[in-house]
């Protein structure tokens, strides 16, 4: 038997397009390793068996009767998805940014496994990076790892194992997969009368049909006639990208959030909103008392029904960039977040899954499309917030020092923010759209400034 996509991973392929890829990418920073990043690709390869998802590729089945199949590679090449790179001297930040905007830009080649790993040499003070891609149909849940968990340990003298041989398993042929699916539709008659359903477009009756998203589905349509505000974050979205990073100190956002209220999450949003003012005011854009912009947060919560333990909601949040005073912004974003967390206000992503979920890859290619272009009137841009371990984590013996998220950008969003924490500290990863928002680094720079004016004010 075998395994095929899910609903949601199979949306997150047919939701690509050349000018939008989906893979979220990493960058860590590591002091160097004393067998210098040879060390780092033979810790990748030796524990690639902890992933074995890592060494398969989707496959489509034959007139797109059910969803994509995952299949071993038969021709898995390591050397393909771990790649070696070098910076010229002097190996500055901005240098080694230039190179993740790049990588950033170029999707995967879904004929084969959907990762990339990329080990920088040439960095000042000696330190390597390691630039990871990889595509979110791959990482299946909250637990799943992807490979830059693979490559850390809380000891760093955690041995390198020795690489376990690995034989592909065969993969199905054209008539297999078609018996398979059809053999699906038999045992589950359901699918069938879904899929008709699906065909004449009346995907709500299907959509209905589930246990709570029919209510998730009136919420999301009361979101969507209250459109996003009018932003330049909102435009056509080319093929290049331009990524910045900044960095907080933990212990001065606890002081913030001690001396004015809320949590963490709401001092980062406070931070993130004052620096779109800034910016905003920078290019000569209106703002006034009342303008706003119109974040969408995925947050962690737990699902009692769900086998895995937990799942992502989407809470739309007005990030109110017209407010002056950076102390009424953080009083006004604790007292949404609160509002959206008590009344599970939560929008888009449960919803959209389920007008995808139970349809064939056709439809999964026309829901994943509708809400690409709902998507631009809902929200200005992704924020995400993923708290880290708050000890140090090491490669190969090699100390990580710093970590930045980058986050993919969605069909007419120009601009996405990825914060986590690690070590004490704070990283901010900002994914842009080259032309639409190519001064993001005057934003990352901004991030920063903002966070010292708020420790000012907090005394």
Same mark, same amino acid.
């Given at each position: 038997m075998v395994e095929r996509l899910t609903g949601l991973d199979a949306s997150f392929i047919y939701l690509e397009e050349p000018d939008t890829p989906m893979h979220v990418g990493g960058v860590l920073i590591l002091e160097r390793p004393p067998g210098g990043v040879d060390a780092l690709a033979d810790l990748i390869e030796a524990r690639l068996?902890?992933?074995?998802?890592?060494?398969?590729?989707?496959?489509?089945?034959?007139?797109?009767?059910?969803?994509?199949?995952?299949?071993?590679d038969a021709d898995f090449d390591i050397a393909y998805h771990v790649r070696r790179s070098g910076l010229p001297r002097p190996g500055t930040e901005n240098q080694?940014?230039?190179?993740?905007?790049?990588l950033t830009s170029r999707p995967l080649d879904r004929r084969r496994p959907l990762w990339e790993a990329y080990l920088v040499e040439g960095l000042s003070d000696g330190r390597v990076a390691v630039v990871t891609k990889t595509h979110p149909a791959l990482v299946d849940g909250l637990g799943a790892l992807d490979i830059g968990q693979v490559l850390l340990d809380v000891d760093p003298a955690a041995p390198t194992p020795a690489a376990e041989p690995w034989r592909p398993q065969r993969?199905?042929?054209?008539?297999e997969l078609v018996w398979e699916a059809l053999d699906e539709y038999v045992r589950r008659p359901s699918a069938v009368v879904d899929t008709v359903r699906g065909a004449v477009t009346d995907v709500r009756s299907t959509a209905a049909r589930l246990t709570g998203v029919a209510g998730g589905l009136l919420r999301t349509a009361r979101k969507t006639i209250m459109s996003a505000p009018t932003s330049p974050l909102n435009a056509s979205v080319g093929r290049q990208r331009r990524v910045a990073v900044a960095r907080a100190e933990l212990e001065d956002l606890k002081r913030i959030r001690k001396a004015h209220g809320g949590t963490v999450n709401d001092v980062l949003?406070?931070?993130v909103t004052g620096a779109l003012r800034e910016w905003l005011l920078s290019?000569?854009?209106?703002?006034v008392a009342g303008t706003s912009v119109r974040a969408l947060v995925p947050v962690s919560v737990k699902d009692e029904d769900a086998q895995a333990g937990n799942r992502v909601s989407s809470y739309l949040v007005d990030l109110p960039v017209g407010e002056p005073n950076p102390r009424v912004r953080l009083t006004r974003l604790s007292y949404a977040m609160r509002g959206v967390a008590l009344h599970g206000q939560s929008v888009g992503a449960?919803? #959209?899954?389920?007008?995808? %979920?139970?349809?064939?890859p056709t439809l999964h290619a026309l829901g994943a499309r509708a809400a690409r272009g709902l998507s631009r009137r809902l929200f200005n841009l992704v924020v995400t917030n993923v708290p880290g371990p708050q000890v140090p984590l090491y490669a190969a013996g090699s100390r990580m020092l710093e970590v930045?998220?980058?986050?993919? #950008?969605?069909?007419?969003? %120009?601009l996405s923010i990825g914060m986590t924490s690690y070590d004490g500290r704070v990283y901010f990863g900002f994914n842009a759209d080259r032309d639409g928002v190519g001064d993001v680094d005057v934003l990352a720079d901004l991030v920063e400034q903002e966070v010292a004016e708020l420790v000012e004010a907090a005394g």
């Open positions: 068996s902890l992933v074995p998802r890592y060494r398969q590729r989707v496959m489509e089945v034959p007139g797109q009767l059910a969803n994509p199949v995952w299949v071993d080694l940014l230039d190179l993740v905007s790049r993969a199905p042929g054209a008539a949003l406070t931070v290019r000569g854009e209106p703002v449960d919803s #959209l899954i389920a007008l995808t %979920g139970f349809a064939p930045f998220p980058v986050v993919p #950008l969605a069909r007419g969003q %120009g």
